[in-house]
């Protein structure tokens, strides 16, 4: 029987895979609902994220990574194997995997994602970079001698990379993502209103007004949440400058960072980014005026992806797909 090959982008917030054969697609949420006593996998994906805040004592919702690195090794590797078994592959056709991780990963957390592939039951496991398989799922030029200013901004990690002859020039990455601009969304709710909203909440509040930008079809929102003072259920109208500022910090970091990046960059990159700009991938990068802000505060046209939530795991696909031609990008190969 013919290995299945996957190309995994294992993501804080979202799973996504690629199946060689079949050129299919799917994602899923990375979130388990695990029984405390047993460990017993009761829900996964989004059954199991829209368990979040109303389980009971004795489930528990997890998270196998944070900040784009494993945090639970034993998780990761029951989701993983969820992974694999959906894509059609078992103990009896173990795939070979592709799978991208943060630029900035320890070789710790590079083996801790290998050995989790294969306790899930992978026969193989080769790692790529995200900035890079980013580039590349986007349909940019990151083989050609060409500065390519690429920004990645997932549920846990933001990447700005600019790369250049199959490599990257220059990259920072910072520890802020979607889930940090909703918990800062729940911080300024508590502050401003003594009300508690949970995560989904935020999220969806995020996704209805939040802006990086002014944008004048975005203007207020009702949010339902519980009140500090009495515990009980109350409403409150927020406006979209409410959670712009609720974001401001993590919008300005991520600004200042990209500002940096282009800055320490070899001119003759430079003169290429300024002349075909930014491209934005990641499922934060939909958030609603991110590409003017960008483009306001540093003077370089931005570009969303044309995919921008598949971006990384499409680059993956042509790694696995191509793995001759680009055998370069593979960080860690084996033999």
């Known amino acids: 029987m013919v290995s299945r090959e996957l190309a995994i982008d294992l993501g804080t917030s979202n799973t996504r895979v690629f199946e060689r054969r079949s050129r299919s697609l799917f994602a899923e949420r990375s979130v388990l609902a695990l029984d405390k006593g047993t460990g017993a996998v009761l829900a996964t994906g989004g059954d ?16 196998p990574l944070c900040s784009g690195a494993i945090s639970d090794y034993d998780t990761t590797a029951k989701l993983l194997e969820l992974v694999i078994a959906r894509a059609g592959a078992g103990r009896w056709s173990r795939p070979h995997m592709v799978i991208t991780v943060p630029s900035a990963g320890t070789a710790v957390e590079r083996h801790a994602v290998q050995q989790a592939s294969l306790a899930a039951g992978a026969r193989s496991c080769r790692l790529i970079s995200k900035p890079l398989a980013a580039g590349l799922g986007a349909g940019l030029p990151i083989y050609e001698p060409v500065g390519s200013l690429v920004i990645d901004l997932g549920g846990g990690t933001c990447e700005i990379s600019l790369m250049s002859l199959g490599g990257m020039v220059n990259n920072t990455t910072l520890r ?3 889930f940090d601009l909703d918990a800062s969304i729940q911080r300024y709710v508590r502050d401003e209103y003594s009300l508690e ?14 802006s990086a930008w002014p944008l004048p079809e975005r203007e207020k929102a009702e ?7 009495s515990g009980s259920p109350k409403s409150i109208i927020v406006t979209s400058g409410e959670i712009r500022e609720a974001m401001s910090e993590q919008l300005q970091a991520i600004v200042l960072a990209t500002i940096a990046c282009i800055g320490t960059s070899p001119p003759e990159l430079v003169q290429d980014v300024m002349r ?5 991938t990641g499922g934060g990068s939909l958030l609603a005026g991110l590409d003017v802000l960008l483009a306001e505060e540093t003077d370089v046209p ?5 995919r921008p939530f598949d971006s990384v795991v499409l680059g993956a696909g042509r790694a696995l797909v191509e793995k001759d031609g680009l055998a370069s990008l593979i960080l860690d190969l084996e033999p």
């Open 197 to 210: 909203i949970g995560e989904r909440t935020a999220e969806a509040v995020k996704i209805t007004v939040g």
């Open 48 to 63: 199991a994220w829209r368990m979040i805040g109303s389980t009971p004592d004795n489930v528990a919702v997890v998270r």
């Open 276 to 280: 075909r700009g930014i491209t934005l």
């Open 223 to 229: 949010v339902t949440g519980q009140d500090f003072s």
């Open 176 to 178: 802020i993502g979607g």
């Open 302 to 306: 931005v570009h969303l992806s044309d």
